[in-house]
């Protein structure tokens, strides 16, 4: 019988890309999504428990009906700019909503779990590029949260052998290559949906958040990984624990710094389209660079990122947003 997976979040970005690489490695995703952000549609791989992490029958119950091997826990707010401005939602969420999942996998001896983290948490970092033991220093609620949540996964295993690989994403971009799912939030805020919904004319213009950050033009500079590529990597991990492996933590990025400007530029070229792009204020809690040393994920999980160019990156996000968004 196939080995049973609870992907929380699993009807969102990230997590469908993660499902449908889970059901091709010979694994039954089981995604536990209150769709509040996530899409019904994009739940392709295996079953759907509609369930809220807040909610503790919900997750008991999904323990109980499927009795999976182990966790990926995607489920989370996760936007940058809205956690400054309502911080509860984020805490209540990200925190409280984790804490009962770990607390309905201890009930259910369940003691595996693949947790998303982010680069978030390193803050305003001393310097570049980011390797995992750099100081933890988050400067948005958002970060914080999953700087608390790796803090807790640190503490569950000490005190109950709970095994967790926590994964930093950098900037997750780009888009299935057979065009199954993509990305798709309602509010958009993310850069390359923006910039590609206003290539396509769905928007009349788009802005770029400060352009006067000590960086190579101004504009804030990330490091965009393929989300295909954070789907292995998640699948590595899983492999990881179930073998038996320690706990551990991995950042995971391309090594490659692309501003917001470069960007748009690459959004232009991919699209053959000009438009209209203005500069507007910082956006609250934004560092100026985030770029990743991904060494340690490299050598101790294999994972090797196979869509590193941004070009080809934008160019799958394209794609799937002329095939979904006709335009
Ligand atoms: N950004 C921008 N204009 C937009 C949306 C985003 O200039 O309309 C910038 C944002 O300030 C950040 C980068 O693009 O520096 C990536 O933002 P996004 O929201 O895509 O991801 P985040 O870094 O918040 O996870």
């Given at each position: 019988m196939k080995k049973k997976i609870l992907v929380t979040g699993g009807a969102g970005y990230i997590g469908s890309h993660t499902c449908k690489a889970l059901a091709q490695a010979g694994f039954d995703p089981v995604v536990f999504d209150n769709l509040s952000a996530g899409?019904?549609?994009?739940?392709?791989w295996g079953a759907l428990v509609k369930g809220d992490l807040l909610n503790e029958d919900d997750l008991a119950q999904a323990f109980a009906q499927h009795?999976?091997?182990a966790v990926i826990h995607f489920a989370a707010c996760a936007y940058v700019g809205e956690s400054v401005d309502e911080p509860e939602k984020y805490y209540r969420n990200n925190l409280h909503g984790s804490l009962n999942l770990l607390s309905a996998m201890r009930a259910a001896n369940c003691h595996k779990i693949v947790f998303s983290s982010?680069?978030?948490?390193?803050?305003?970092?001393?310097?570049?590029?980011?390797?995992?033991d750099l100081p933890k220093n988050p400067i948005n609620p958002y970060g914080r949260t999953k700087l608390a949540m790796e803090g807790m996964l640190e503490d569950f295993d000490h005190a109950y052998g709970l095994k967790y690989v926590a994964l930093r994403y950098f900037n997750a971009a780009g888009a299935d290559p057979d065009g199954e799912i993509g990305e798709d939030h309602d509010p958009e805020t993310h850069l390359i949906p923006i910039a590609i919904e206003t290539a396509m004319g769905r928007r009349d213009q788009m802005q770029v958040?400060?352009?006067?950050?000590?960086t190579k033009d101004g504009s804030n500079v990330r490091d965009y990984v393929h989300v295909t590529d954070l789907a292995s990597a998640h699948l590595l991990a899983l492999q990881s624990l179930l073998e038996g492996n320690e706990s551990d933590v991995f950042n995971l990025g391309n090594g490659t710094g692309v501003s917001v400007k470069e960007l748009i530029q690459t959004v232009k070229e991919v699209s053959g389209r000009d438009f209209p792009v203005t500069i507007a204020p910082r956006r609250p809690g934004d560092p100026a660079a985030l770029v990743a040393v991904s060494t340690k994920s490299r050598e101790q999980l294999g994972w090797e990122p196979k869509s590193s160019g941004i070009q080809q990156i934008v160019q799958t996000a394209w794609d799937w947003h002329r095939g979904h968004n006709s335009g």
């Open positions: 899409n019904e549609w994009a739940v392709k009795k999976p091997e982010t680069c978030a948490i390193f803050g305003e970092p001393d310097g570049l590029p980011i390797s995992e958040f400060g352009d006067d950050y000590p």
